[in-house]
T-cell receptor, first 115, second 115 residues
Framework: AQSVSQHNHHVILSEAASLELGCNYS??????LFWYVQYPGQHLQLLLK??????LVKGIKGFEAEFIKSKFSFNLRKPSVQWSDTAEYFC?????????????FGTGTRLTVIP | DTEVTQTPKHLVMGMTNKKSLKCEQH?????MYWYKQKAKKPPELMFV???????INESVPSRFSPECPNSSLLNLHLHALQPEDSALYLC??????????????FGDGTRLSIL
């Protein structure tokens, strides 16, 4: 079955630690890849997106992600997290075969940053 | 602040009530979406409108009735809901429905509680 997997359900880090959140998808063909963040009580915000070109994409707030096509992965990274990064992080995929407007979300990873 | 505005922010209703959720965007986007998000779960697509026409209905029960009166507005009419329908209802918009027209921009959501 087609899916988006986020294997880390809850990650707890101290401030200044490095972050990597995993995302794997199982769709073939052309895909758009996204990371969204949802701060407590707030709306989903786009952190970064990959459509084509350079597989290393930089987003807002110091986040970046690397698309590795051979591994069907799009992992999110940040070299040094801050307390304000505490939030829920969702990986999402648009796949052409399914109709471009169907955005499939992973189950989310809750990040808690301890001051 | 998000550019997609949803009202109301919170709604409590009985199972026999009729209410409507509203969504508005002024970015000139031609695709609009309704998602349902249960607690600690990712958003799930309900409906997609493209150029004010319903293009996707993800097998949503008829007690949810979407309406797109114009390109800036999207409504979700609710009638005879069940307690399991309690959730956060998210509206999103994108330039169009093609892969190159992403990403989707999300509103803050309406938190719906069914008594």
């Amino acid at each position: 079955a087609q899916s988006v997997s986020q294997h880390n359900h809850h990650v707890i880090l101290s401030e200044a630690a490095s972050l990597e959140l995993g995302c794997n998808y199982s769709y073939g063909g052309t895909v758009n890849l996204f990371w969204y963040v949802q701060y407590p009580g707030q709306h989903l915000q786009l952190l970064l997106k990959y459509f084509s070109g350079d597989p290393l994409v930089k987003g807002i707030k110091g986040f970046e992600a690397e698309f590795i096509k051979s591994k069907f992965s799009f992992n999110l990274r940040k070299p040094s997290v801050q307390w304000s990064d505490t939030a829920e992080y969702f990986c999402a995929v648009n796949a052409r075969f399914s109709g471009a407007n169907n955005l499939f979300f992973g189950t989310g990873t809750r990040l808690t940053v301890i001051p | 602040d998000t550019e997609v505005t949803q009202t109301p922010k919170h709604l409590v209703m009985g199972m026999t009530n009729k209410k409507s959720l509203k969504c508005e965007q002024h970015m000139g986007h031609r695709a609009m979406y309704w998602y349902k998000q249960k607690a600690k779960k990712p958003p799930e697509l309900m409906f997609v409108y493209s150029y004010e026409k319903l293009s996707i209905n993800e097998s949503v029960p008829s007690r949810f009735s979407p309406e797109c009166p114009n390109s800036s507005l999207l409504n979700l009419h609710l009638h005879a809901l069940q307690p399991e329908d309690s959730a956060l209802y998210l509206c999103a918009s994108s330039r169009d429905t093609g892969l190159s027209d992403q990403p989707q921009h999300f509103g803050d959501g309406t938190r719906l509680s069914i008594l």
